[in-house]
């Protein structure tokens, strides 16, 4: 079972709307989360990274929300662009390990 | 600029073939990586390397071969491709901290490989 699960698989919207991505993981015990944006044909890249005390970060549009107690992240796009259209990742971190557990993550296509 | 390069982009071989993929970073980043991604699949670590002449493997070796000789450089080989191993791959370069670091990983824009 993976232990990194983002939901929806893929997500279409119109330019301007906002739009929530989720991030279901049981690693335990948890030392940090990261979004990263993947562009078609190119590698990911970091938005913003939570560890355990922070329950949101904002990187411009982008705002991350975590919840340590049921293990639950959002990433928020607010006023999307196409350029958002992108494939966003979830990856968590346990405590005690160096090993990452990327998620399989959630195609976003924003359409004017 | 700031960045990891990878070649070649797109790479069409036969099974048994031995090929190598280069990998190379400008940032002075003693942490290096390779994943492979796969549909339906996140990102999984093939090998890893936290400084020159320290390799390690990750979560699917088998089939990879690595090396660091230089800081800059950790080319991805492998030695008698199979089907199997057709998929996207990515190398990644961190600061010594490793992926944990403020700014994570920086991402080559990543090798297509078709074994046939």
């Known amino acids: 079972k993976n232990q990194v699960e983002q939901s929806p698989q893929s997500l279409i919207i119109l330019e301007g709307k906002n739009c929530t991505l989720q991030?279901?993981?049981?690693?335990?015990?948890?030392?940090?989360l990261r979004w990263y944006k993947q562009d078609t044909g190119r590698g990911p890249v970091s938005l913003t990274i939570?560890?355990?005390?922070?329950n949101t970060k904002s990187n411009g549009r982008y705002t991350a929300t975590l919840d340590a107690d049921t293990k639950q992240s959002s990433l928020h796009i607010t006023a999307s662009q196409l350029s958002d259209s992108a494939s966003y990742i979830c990856?968590?971190?346990?405590?005690?390990?160096?090993?990452?557990?990327f998620g399989t993550g959630t195609r976003l296509q924003v359409f004017p | 600029e700031a960045q990891v390069t990878q070649n070649p982009r797109y790479l069409i071989t036969v099974t048994g073939k031995k090929l190598t993929v280069t990998c190379s970073q400008n940032?002075?980043?003693?942490?290096m990586s390779w994943y492979r991604q796969d549909p339906g699949l996140g990102l999984r670590q093939i090998y890893y390397?936290?400084?020159?002449?320290?390799?390690d493997k990750g979560d699917v070796p088998e089939g990879y071969k690595v090396s660091r000789k230089e800081k800059r450089n950790f080319p991805l080989i492998l030695e008698s491709p199979s089907p199997n191993q057709t998929s996207l791959y990515f190398c990644?370069?961190?600061?010594?901290?490793?992926?944990?670091?403020?700014?994570?990983?920086?991402f080559g824009s990543g090798t297509r490989l078709t074994v046939v």
């Open positions: 940032m002075n980043h003693e942490y």
């Open positions: 939570m560890t355990f005390s922070e």
């Open positions: 990644a370069s961190s600061f010594a901290g490793g992926p944990d670091t403020f700014y994570g990983y920086t």
């Open positions: 991030c279901n993981y049981t690693v335990s015990p948890f030392s940090n």
């Open positions: 390397s936290m400084n020159v002449e320290v390799t």
């Open positions: 990856v968590v971190r346990g405590r005690n390990t160096d090993k990452l557990i």
